[in-house]
């Protein structure tokens, strides 16, 4: 049998279908039209593509949206201001300041000021909180994207041991404590690894599920991964690539051409979590204005 290969691009392009119906039908019954801003402090260009993604995936379906940029100098005061201003908008029902900030800026302190109901990113401490208990809140995007992908390709995580390969506030931490919820789509056994665990491959090649979430161009091969696994790669990496007009090419954290043969299932990188993230983005947008107006 043949590696299933699950294509982000797909299942993300389903979700955005489902999502561009509910805002016409949102728009139509009550007038309102869900609205996120976008804030992009400084110009690293990696953010600036990402935030130029995340837009026009608004305007594709139906959203409003804003994009709001600040000079790399402007201070956490001027960004804390802005935020408080965004929590007042009755336009705006998600905010999101693109990761990583700059230095100068506490980005906890950032993410604490955001109002919990436009947290579509899941970073403020109490969705995060609200996640860790499983109640309701807002979910972050990149571990809700995987959980989705794993979903619509059929894989049940319960009872199935997954091996997170990061433990990073954005990615690693939360896709695990997902997985390990009480809860259909859940109920993992679940593993958490960083750069100082011990005997590294003995322990992800028994993953029935493993997440890489590392930042590591290609650092997971086959002899980490056992036969029949389901891979996911979360890993996005800037590569030199001389025979790229750009100069570089994205690869994951995954050796996917040596990996993928041993899979039951993969998700490649770039095309897997990647435009899974940025539709549960706009799917947290839709959900935070639902709730913000009583209409669930
Ligand atoms: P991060 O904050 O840098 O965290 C990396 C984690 O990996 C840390 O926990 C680190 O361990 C661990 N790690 C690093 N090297 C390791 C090694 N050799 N062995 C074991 N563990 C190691 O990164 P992140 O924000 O979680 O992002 C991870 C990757 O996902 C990046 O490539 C990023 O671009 C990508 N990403 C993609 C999306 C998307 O939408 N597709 C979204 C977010 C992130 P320590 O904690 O011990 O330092």
Known sequence: MGTHIIDGRIISADIKAGLEKEIRAIKEKHGITPGLAVVLVGNDPASEVYVKMKVRSCEQIGLYSRKILMDDKAGQKEL?????????????????????????????????????????????????????IGI????????????????????D???????????????????????????????????????????????TSRADILIAAIGRPEFVGPEMVKKGAVVIDVGTNRV???SSEKGYKLVGDVDFEAVSPKCKAISPSPGGVGPMT?????????TACKRIHGLE
Do not use: W
């Open 80 to 132: 804390l201001e802005k935020i408080d201003e965004l929590n007042q908008d009755p336009k705006i029902h998600g905010i999101l300041v693109q990761h990583p900030m700059p230095s100068h800026i506490d980005e906890n302190k950032i993410f604490s000021r955001i109002d919990p109901a436009k947290d579509v990113d899941g970073f403020n401490p109490i969705s995060a909180g609200q996640l860790m």
């Open 157 to 203: 995580p319960a009872g199935q041991h997954v091996v997170v390969l990061g433990r990073s506030n954005i990615v690693g931490k939360p896709v695990a404590m997902m997985l390990l919820q009480k809860a259909a789509g859940a109920d993992a056994t679940v593993t958490i690894c960083h750069s100082r665990t011990r005997n590294l491959a003995e322990i």
């Open 278 to 286: 940025i539709a549960m983005l706009l799917h947290n947008t839709v």
């Open 136 to 155: 309701e809140g807002l979910k972050p995007c990149t571990p809700y994207g995987v959980l989705k992908m794993l979903e619509a390709t059929g894989i």
């Open 240 to 242: 030199d690539d001389p």
